[in-house]
């Protein structure tokens, strides 16, 4: 489920965030507990408590005391915004480094894209 | 919590455990890491009472544990080899008499987990495999609900999916009765997710406390052209390096800044993460 190597609870935290984007979780939504965490993904429940406590400083959680951690109502544009601006530094300079290397023409990758992006040929 | 202060615990003119002092909070999962001989065992089964530290102190909420009744109730130490009696009694009678011994003890709930292992209540502990053996301790272990529980290895020779069950009941059992717990492993990647702590031994002296998931992102392995890399490495803490031809790897320890991550981009060297269990192979010298 994790890779055996980086912060099991910062894998954790993006994990809630990949949902929170796509839409998996919604605004209000209640997410599992530390302990339902702990019990699903086999590790210490300190572990889940400290990815939602990250969460919770990013305004993507909050927490309703005796209840549970819930999603913020913002949280799915903050998400977003803080994804397109990471965008290009960490996906779209690395692919031009591969691109550049392999000699695949640029028209070729951007035709790509709009192929596989319709409805957005600008 | 429990403290030892300066222990110390000899055996004849060897010292197992040169002063130590520990703290650890009541009501978390630690993992004692160490090499063989590292002195795990023998600290466990001083921390249980069941030893006498030569110099120094162990305290469980400030009283004496060793030959002190009213706290050792309150500590489980499960061993390797079980512990439980010379193997002539049924897991029935042992069972009967930890209800007996132990204040704690919910014989419902071992019940159940003798019907998770799938253990032969009429058997007795000499006719049992291994792993079985292993898992009856366990048991015993759970079941018991000591405010202090220890595992030393307890898990040798039980199956993947024994253990599967073993970790999945701490971890349910630890969330509805919060208590401090400690295991003592060589199976680092399997149960380090476990631990909320991970403390390393290494001959007899505590070598390194840290937060298990702090501890994960403290190393990383820097590869590139060995030029580069040396450069690059210079002044970091270097734990371990490979070559293979004109590249070479690096495992340093210590997490590196933005500016150290921005100039390994620059230099196009590769940076890695690195698994607990090689971190800790590094930090207690290597392999042999």
Do not use: W
């Amino acid at each position: 489920m994790f890779d055996d190597r980086s912060p099991i609870y910062r894998q954790i935290a993006d994990q809630i965030k990949d949902d929170v984007l796509r839409g998996v979780l919604s605004a209000d939504d209640q997410v599992m507990s530390t302990n339902q965490y702990a019990a699903c993904y086999r590790i210490n429940p300190a572990t889940a408590a400290k990815a939602f406590a990250q969460l919770v400083d990013e305004g993507v959680l909050y927490k309703r005391r005796g209840v549970g951690m819930f999603v913020h109502a913002g949280a799915r544009e903050r998400i977003r915004g803080d994804r397109r601006e990471r965008f290009f530094a960490e996906v779209l300079e690395p692919m031009a480094d591969e691109v550049r290397a392999l000699g695949i023409p640029v028209a070729d990758v951007v035709a790509r894209l709009q192929q596989l992006i319709p409805g957005d040929s600008r | 919590m429990i403290s030892t202060s300066a222990l110390q615990v000899r055996y004849g003119d060897v010292a197992a455990l040169h002063s130590l002092d520990l703290d650890l909070p009541a009501g978390r999962i630690y993992g004692l890491l160490g090499r063989n001989g590292a002195g795990k065992t023998t600290l466990l089964s001083t921390l249980a009472g069941l030893r006498r530290p030569s110099a120094g102190s162990v305290t469980v909420d400030g009283a004496p544990v060793f030959e002190n009744a009213r706290v050792t109730t309150r500590i489980c130490l499960i061993r390797d080899d079980g512990g439980l009696g010379d193997g002539t009694d049924t897991l029935h009678d042992i069972l009967t008499m930890a209800a007996i011994l132990r204040p704690g003890f919910d014989t419902g709930y071992a019940a159940s987990l003798m019907d998770r292992f799938a253990l032969p209540r009429r058997r007795t502990l000499r006719a049992l495999s291994r792993g079985q053996r292993s898992a009856f301790g366990i048991v015993v272990g759970l079941a018991s609900r000591a405010d202090l529980t220890m595992f030393d290895e307890a898990h040798l020779g039980m199956d993947a999916a024994n253990r599967q069950v073993f970790h999945d009941e701490l971890l349910a059992d630890y969330a509805s009765r919060p208590r401090t717990v400690i295991l003592s492993t060589h199976l680092i990647e399997e149960q380090g997710p476990l631990f909320e702590q991970v403390l390393i031994l290494h001959e007899g002296r505590l070598l390194l406390r840290a937060d298990t998931d702090e501890l994960r992102s403290q190393g990383v392995a820097v590869t590139g052209p060995a030029g580069l890399v040396d450069d690059f490495v210079s002044g970091l803490t270097v734990l371990g390096e490979r070559r293979l031809g004109p590249t070479k790897q690096v495992t340093v320890f210590g997490a590196l800044d933005e500016r150290r991550r921005a100039l390994a981009r620059s230099l196009q060297l590769q940076l890695g993460p690195v698994a607990l269990q090689e971190l800790f192979i590094h930090l207690t010298g290597g392999a042999a």
